[in-house]
């Protein structure tokens, strides 16, 4: 179990390795992918947690052969006659310099040159 400096609970993960945990250590939770550094070892509590994931592996295998039962075994018929795509619908080109496919430059490229009807009619009063 992981908690902050408040006490609140932040996480917990399931230690795999054999050395125990050391100040500075730094791990990842099981959930929400957060990672912590050890920063003050408060307690350490070592439980063997075989036994609970070996019921849920056979829970597991047991859910799945009560799904598999339950499941009419109705044969299905090869499925003849559909076309199988050999190309595909965009074939692969080949990699071109970005000179190649754009071009060289004309002209001005960038802000347009926009005449506002205004400015224009301010210009021909003068």
């Known amino acids: 179990m992981v908690h902050d400096e408040q006490g609140n609970t932040v996480g917990d993960t399931h230690w795999r390795k054999d050395h125990g945990l050391e100040i500075g250590e730094v791990l990842t939770l099981d959930r929400g992918g957060i990672i ?28 799945l052969a009560a799904a598999a039962a339950r499941r009419p075994n109705i044969p299905r018929p090869p499925a003849v006659g559909l076309p199988t795509p050999t190309r595909s619908l965009y074939p692969q080109t080949s990699a071109k ?21 205004f400015v224009t009619h301010l210009g021909r009063s003068r």
């Open 36 to 63: 912590v550094e050890v920063g003050d070892l408060v307690v350490t509590r070592n439980q063997d947690l075989s036994e609970l994931v070996d019921k849920r592996i056979k829970e597991k295998v047991d859910r």
């Open 97 to 117: 310099p970005l000179q190649q496919v754009v071009g060289t430059p004309t002209g001005h490229h960038g802000r347009a040159d926009l005449h506002h009807a």
